[in-house]
Nanobody, 116 residues
């Protein structure tokens, strides 16, 4: 069964850091590009980062560039999102996504709340 499972969310103060993880199963992880997206309260879905296969080229939305870092560990079948210098506008449910066998697969999401 193809599955993505996010973890690592929580409550953090402005300026703090969190690392999100997305564990994958049911497909050849190393062959698949993965993305992180988020949906803030009352907002639409926002793409924030992607990491490709092979050399692992990475891409970021302007809203997170320089603060967030995406990485992957193919041996652990996990993609990470290191989030630094968090601000209130980063409050959202964070999802990872993969394109597997002709379909998009999503995790269930993990809540990140940035508040003092």
């Amino acid at each position: 069964q193809v599955q993505l499972l996010e973890s690592g969310g929580g409550l953090v103060q402005p300026g703090g850091s969190l690392r999100l993880s997305c564990a994958a199963s049911g497909f050849t992880f190393s062959n698949v590009a993965l993305s992180w997206l988020r949906q803030g309260p009352g907002k639409g879905l926002e793409w924030i980062s992607e990491i490709l296969t092979g050399g692992g080229s990475t891409y970021y939305a302007d809203s997170v560039k320089g603060r967030f870092t995406i990485s992957r560990d193919n041996a652990k079948r996990t993609v990470y999102l290191q989030m630094n210098s968090l601000i209130a506008e980063d409050t959202a449910v964070y999802y990872c996504k993969a394109y597997v066998a002709g379909s998009y697969v999503w995790g269930q999401g993990t809540q990140v709340t940035v508040s003092s």
